[in-house]
């Protein structure tokens, strides 16, 4: 079946526009997670929905990062007035459940994000 | 301090050989512990998730030493597809499956 997808596959922008970002999760995946992965490095959490609901934003570095998901399928991730270092990839993934357990999570391909 | 710790690399090994990543986690109170593989420009896929008793998956042998907050990789008889960046991975007791990656191994076989 479909695997996780996201939009643009790349992004460039000017510093102090807004983008979005958009992942569609494997079909029937309630949990989803959003992390980003800058270069030479591990990707880093940062919001993760339960449904429709985020049930940890914790990650998100500032309030420029918003996340939605309000049909509890396909998910934004928006950044308004992008800094240089917000260049980055920002991935997606899903599993078939999140909350009080684990359950293996799918990672879309990524979109990066290149902020000029 | 980060939350998991990772010798970065890279390692280069020729093939065939046997070669053994490391890495620390800083939160005791985490509960499921993975090694993910990432090719070069691709995501992170699930390689497998590691257990106290330890547990093998063909050429690949995991390890969770608890006491130590330590985890191990093993890779026996290298093959130049292992060449990738092989992170390791905690999730946290409690945060649903939010999970907190090290900065990745790299891996480089030569024929």
């Known amino acids: 079946g479909a695997g996780v997808s996201q939009t643009p596959s790349n992004k460039v922008t000017e510093k102090g526009k807004y983008v979005e970002l958009r992942c569609d999760p494997i079909?029937?995946?309630?949990?989803l997670y959003w992390y980003r992965q800058s270069l030479g490095q591990g990707p880093e959490f940062l919001i993760y929905?339960?449904?429709?609901?985020?049930?940890?934003d914790s990650g998100l570095p500032n309030d420029r990062f918003f996340a939605v998901r309000p049909e509890g399928s396909v998910s934004t991730l928006k950044i308004q007035r992008t800094e240089r270092g917000d260049s980055a990839v920002y991935l997606c993934?899903?599993?078939?459940?999140?909350?009080?357990?684990?359950?293996?999570?799918?990672f879309g391909p990524g979109t990066r994000l290149t902020v000029l | 301090r980060k939350e998991v710790e990772q010798d970065p690399g890279p390692f280069n090994v020729p093939e065939g050989a046997t070669v053994a990543f490391n890495c620390t986690y800083s939160?005791?109170?985490?509960?499921?512990f993975f090694w993910y593989r990432q090719d070069c420009r691709k995501e992170p896929k699930l390689l497998m998730s590691?257990?106290?008793s330890g547990n093998e998956d063909g050429r690949f042998t995991a390890q969770l030493n608890r006491a130590s907050q330590y985890i191990s990789l093993l890779i026996r008889d290298s093959k130049l597809s292992d060449s990738a960046t092989y992170l390791c991975?905690?999730?946290?007791?409690?945060?649903?499956?939010?999970?907190?990656f090290g900065q990745g191994t790299e891996l480089s076989v030569k024929p």
């Open positions: 993934a899903s599993s078939s459940r999140g909350a009080d357990s684990y359950n293996e999570q799918f």
């Open positions: 079909s029937g995946h309630t949990a």
């Open positions: 929905f339960q449904g429709t609901g985020a049930a940890d």
């Open positions: 939160n005791s109170a985490s509960q499921s």
């Open positions: 590691v257990y106290s």
């Open positions: 991975v905690v999730n946290p007791y409690n945060q649903g499956g939010k999970l907190i």
